[in-house]
């Protein structure tokens, strides 16, 4: 039974530890010159909705990035770059 307890506690810390790694290197990476470049492609955009939508999203990535979400910061610059493609 402790076998089985601590076997299924050291199979959920690796997952733990892997996920978020994993997610951080989907799609765009969350990084300070992926940030840039994303901020600069919606800096150039008319303003429309669409704008202020890809606005918000690196606003999420921006306040992901800082406190060390680097998943979700990952998804939020993605969505802000796809939009700031769709001009």
């Given at each position: 039974?402790?076998?089985?307890?601590?076997?299924?506690?050291?199979?959920?810390a690796v997952?733990?530890?892997?996920?978020?790694?994993?997610?951080?290197?989907?799609?765009?990476?969350?990084?300070?010159?992926?940030?840039?470049?994303?901020?600069?492609?919606?800096?150039?955009?008319?303003?429309?909705?669409?704008?202020?939508?890809?606005?918000?999203?690196?606003?999420?990535?921006?306040?992901?990035?800082?406190?060390?979400?680097?998943?979700?910061?990952?998804?939020?610059?993605?969505?802000?770059?796809?939009?700031?493609?769709?001009?």
């Amino acid at each position: 039974m402790i076998k089985t307890l601590i076997g299924a506690a050291a199979m959920a810390a690796v997952a733990y530890a892997v996920v978020p790694a994993q997610a951080a290197h989907m799609g765009m990476g969350c990084s300070g010159p992926n940030l840039t470049k994303t901020e600069a492609a919606v800096e150039a955009m008319a303003d429309t909705e669409v704008k202020f939508a890809a606005e918000k999203e690196i606003s999420l990535a921006q306040d992901a990035m800082l406190n060390g979400k680097m998943g979700a910061c990952g998804m939020h610059l993605s969505k802000a770059a796809h939009e700031s493609m769709a001009k």
